[in-house]
């Protein structure tokens, strides 16, 4: 059987799709209004600040961002890959239970009362996202597990239900907000991402590839989960432990991708979908390449958004739903005679 | 012969509603074992209680003469495996994926398969002719194709012990043949011990070594020709049966209030063409 997966023939294709995902993120630095030389970049940062103003452009305000994108898009793939399958619902995305209206929640009421300050580097606003988020998770779940035992329906039907009453609050804050505060909570809602400071980059990204390597420890388990629980405990997994311990770490590196750049749609939905068009639902496969394709994908996305319509930036979230949108559906005519429960 | 499964006073309720009752039997290694019954006796749920995934209300099962619930989950996946009713996963896996996935209980941490995993599954593919659509998705397969991966599955998780969840339900004449032949080869040349809730009593009888006739409130245990008699099959399933001699075979014809009347004799037997 040539056909199945081994950790060789892995190894091989998350290293070439490592490679493209390099040469992107070159290209994305590279990419701007501000001409760049490489030349100047390499010539150092100088002896005082301002001197080779090519190199500070480079590694001072693209790279981070770029860093920034690749980390967000992977975590919101991963979540996407993960909740799907436990789940087992291919409409599940990130923030089904409930993630993204409870950082949305949170920031509003971060902007409104005014708190400033930071933590670890985090603004108010990433602080209070993440609160949040994780919060709000929390909530679902229990919500979820007091109603029935094991039936992810419920958990389900709690994560829209909480969706729906916390937009409802945030409509309602809104409405009573002042008109720059509801300007920056709307650019959050759709998505935004900015330059942030290194220590804050260095933390996000211990987070996130920590929650990347703990999923990828359990994704043989998921193979067996979307045929159903009984199945997968007769097949020796333990499904509770499991299942907590997938909703904790998609939650985690979820709400610290949130925390980072406001609420993203799109990326988690259709990159597992596409990669799992392209290579199969193995999920030990599926995992580690939609996290690069996450990646890749976001990357470009916010490129586009900060060049596109220069010197104004959109806010990145505008750019997946546009530019991710047809191209999915485009995937999904060509592959869909290879799509089973298209039928 | 050692028993392999032992069920003791075994008692099982759903809140309050008693399924199952002081139920006592055992299989020995190699055995055949046949479950049938009417809807709602509790076929499923004993099943369910033998592979651990329900807790019993009273008494106990053993497996290899411990109790189901003193192996960890893992463990006990390595001494059963269970083909339930047949479920499609949203997602399309293959095939040889599927089979594949028999190995988890096996697998180390990060869950890649082995050498000698890829040729247990293939053996499990190869012995349920499976192989020929080992590239195919599952979703493609007709009902009869399916039902044999999933046998196939149970196969390359190789416990000594098979349980099957009506595994000819849904399935036509040929293919429900197939996988009785199918089992019974397993249990001929792997000594597999296998359990089979299964509705069709004609077919089941031509097969398996001992049968648990489950009713609502009773249950009989014993040889097929002893257990699957017309008395006992319309007293445990309320309908009138008619009994049809086929040389050694005894068949049961189930007959409703507005069937066409099959004869004045209730027993008939069938002389065939010389």
Not at chain 1, 75 to 94: E, H, K, T
Not at chain 2, 81 to 101: C, H, I, K, L, S
Request: with cysteine; net charge positive; charged share 15%.
């Amino acid at each position: 059987m040539s056909n199945t997966l081994t950790i060789r023939k892995l190894t091989k294709r998350v290293v070439i799709c490592l490679a493209i995902l390099a040469a992107v993120m070159c290209l994305c630095c590279l990419t701007g209004t501000q001409k760049i030389s490489l030349e100047k970049v390499f010539a150092g940062p100088g002896k005082t600040a301002g001197e080779n103003i090519d190199y500070e452009i480079l590694i001072g305000v693209r790279l981070p961002r770029v860093v920034l994108a690749a980390l967000v898009g992977a975590a919101l793939a991963c979540s996407g890959v993960v909740l799907q399958a436990v789940l087992r619902n291919p409409l599940a995305d990130p923030y089904i239970l409930g993630i993204s209206s409870g950082a949305g929640l949170g920031v509003i009421i971060a902007i409104i009362s005014g708190i400033s300050g930071t933590f670890l580097g985090g603004s108010p606003i990433a602080i209070s996202a993440f609160a949040g988020a994780i919060i709000t998770v929390w909530l679902v779940w229990y919500i979820g597990h007091f109603t029935g035992k094991s039936q992810v329906t419920n958990l389900l039907l709690a994560g829209v239900v909480v969706n729906a009453f916390f937009g409802a609050v945030i409509m309602f804050l809104t409405s009573i907000a002042k008109s720059e505060q509801v300007y920056s909570t709307i650019f959050w809602l759709m998505g935004n991402i900015t330059e942030k400071n290194p220590p804050v980059l260095w933390v996000s990204a211990i987070c996130i590839f920590a929650g990347i390597v703990s999923l990828f420890s359990i994704c043989y388990r998921l193979n067996a989960m979307t045929f159903g629980e009984q199945e997968a405990q007769g097949l020796g997994i333990d499904i509770n432990k499991t299942k907590l311990f997938a909703f904790g770490w998609t939650a985690f590196i979820t709400a610290v991708a949130v925390s980072l750049s406001g609420l993203i749609g799109f990326v988690g939905l259709i990159i597992p979908h596409a990669v799992r068009l392209v290579l199969g639902p193995d999920h030990r496969q599926l995992l580690p390449i939609s996290a690069i394709f996450g990646s890749i994908f976001l990357v470009a996305a916010d490129t586009l958004a900060r060049t596109i319509v220069a010197p104004a930036q959109l806010p990145v979230g505008v750019i997946t739903a546009i530019a991710g949108g047809p191209f999915f559906l485009a995937l999904l005519a060509g592959y869909s005679r290879k799509v089973g429960w298209l039928k | 012969m050692s028993s392999i499964i032992e069920v003791k006073n075994l008692s099982f309720a759903y809140n309050q509603e008693s399924i199952l009752n002081d139920l006592s039997f055992d299989v020995t290694s190699g055995q055949f074992l046949t479950i049938a019954g009417p809807n709602g006796a509790g076929k499923t749920t004993l099943l369910n209680l033998i592979c651990g995934i329900l807790n019993p209300a009273g008494g106990f099962v053993k497996i290899d003469g411990c109790n189901v619930k003193s192996y960890s989950i893992k463990k006990l996946a390595q001494k059963v495996a269970v083909v339930r009713q047949e479920f499609v996963p949203p997602f399309d896996f293959t095939v040889e994926e599927t089979v594949m996935m028999a190995r988890a209980p096996y697998l180390g941490a990060f869950g890649f398969e082995s050498k000698a995993d890829e040729e247990i599954a293939a053996l499990a593919l190869e012995m349920t002719e499976t192989i020929r659509f080992a590239r195919r998705p599952l979703a493609h397969l007709s009902g009869g194709e399916r039902q044999r991966v999933f046998i196939a599955r149970a196969l390359a998780q190789n416990t000594p012990i098979l349980l099957l969840d009506e595994p000819t339900s849904f399935l036509d004449m040929k293919h429900q043949t197939g996988i009785y032949d199918l089992l019974k080869k397993l249990q001929l040349e792997k000594g597999k011990t296998i359990v089979a809730v299964t509705h069709d009593i004609n077919l089941a009888a031509q097969y398996c070594d001992k049968v648990l006739l489950l009713g609502a409130d009773n249950y009989h245990i014993g040889k097929p020709g002893d257990v699957f008699t017309t008395e006992l099959l319309e007293k445990t399933f309320g309908v009138r049966i008619f009994a049809v001699n086929f040389g050694q075979e005894k068949f049961f014809i189930p007959s409703g209030k507005l069937a066409k009347p099959a004869g004045p004799n209730r027993t008939t037997s069938f002389i065939p063409d010389s």
